[in-house]
């Protein structure tokens, strides 16, 4: 395929019905997400058609006259329409017949930037179920438009009714689906035996990344753990949970997950699928819910998050307001006056920029700052005969002091009760009178 051919072939045009209902700021927007997500498909965007309606057409959306004139433009100029809401195979199948292109409504836009970007096996198969339940009334609705000649198929004798293309094609989506949710369970035991593990190490907590799509949670990520995750200025550019240690390590030690970002009418299937994906976020013991602090819809934004915690059952997860991009808001006064905004409507938010060492490393001790409320204040007497357990008792606990003497060392340190106790249980019984019970931080 030539160059050429390959270009025109992505191109696109853009269609949206505004109802009465839906400001124009808000309308604005969706767009402008459209045409980012059509950026990350490789769509060239070549024209937008939009139309005020009291409801969308039932046939094609939108009004005959509009389908008209999007036809008479599409022709030569483009070989896609993307619709910028859920429509009804009907209507899909309707609009594409009378234009001449091909019709992706915002969902199948969705799923197939899904389908492209999924790399774990877990995210392939979670992808594909969305997009195979996506795809089973549109089936239905081919069939339909292909008459009685395409229905029919292993008729015998002219006696029996035979089995239709489309109760073919239903039944074999539904085995494929019990297939893929057998895989997808053993692939969650699988995850979780990993995760196990991954707790075993004493002192660990959890933090999640989460928040709207390109708000720049994957910076964050490289920034805090000092990994080498992607990071690309589009829509949905990571969708596998990465998982990394916060650096430089502290007490306690925490890690730091990445998660798929959180769209406006994400299909429901999707976010049903990626249920165990986003598991990171719903058992992590802190969220930082990250937004884009340039970005004038970022209310919405906040809206579209919680509401998708909330079907993810992560609702109730502590979490901490980070607004990010800072530095993208301007120069360094309307950063200033930005934050300063920002710090008075969210009084416990935290604005930074991922680009900032300073900025990050504030984010970086009140995450810290989180988890050491929950330390307490003790005394460990370390004999020399069980000097090997100062790598676990420093990995676990702030030291505060460490006084040595002839028979051992004596240490001040700060943790989690069940470290402390799981310390004092490899020492054992020492007879020396220096070890004291816990006691609360005073």
Known sequence: MSTATRSASQRAILVAVQLPAVPDDEFSSSLTELRELARTLGFEVVATFTQKRTSFDATTYIGTGKVEELREFAVDKAEFVLVDHDISPSQAGNLEKAVGCQVMDRAMVILEIFHRHARSRAAQAQVEIARLRYLAPRLR?????????????????????????????????????????????????????????RLDSQGVCRVALVGYTNAGKSTLMRALTGSQVLVENKLFATLDTTVRVMVPEGVPRVLVSDTVGFIKNLPHDLVASFKSTLEEAAEA????????????????????TVQVLEEIDAGAVPRLLVFNKIDQVGDAKAQAARGKALRARFPKCIVVSALVADDVARLRQ???????????????????????????????CEVIEERPDAEGTCFTVRGSRVDIDALREQIGPVKKPRARSLSAPR
């Open 285 to 304: 013991s802190l969220l930082l819910h990250v937004v884009d602090a340039g970005d004038p819809g970022f209310e919405r934004q906040l809206d579209v």
């Open 366 to 396: 009140s995450i810290l700052a989180f988890f050491r409320k929950g330390l307490v204040k003790a005394e460990l007497f370390l004999p020399w005969s069980a000097q090997k357990l100062r790598g676990p008792l420093f990995a676990s």
């Open 141 to 197: 609705e081919a069939a339909k438009l292909a008459g009685p000649q395409g229905r029919q198929r292993s008729g015998v004798g002219g006696r029996g009714a035979g089995e239709s293309a489309a109760q073919t094609d239903r039944s074999r989506i539904r085995d494929r689906i019990a297939e893929l949710k057998q895989e997808i369970v053993a692939l969650d035991h699988e995850r979780q035996t990993q995760r196990a593990r």
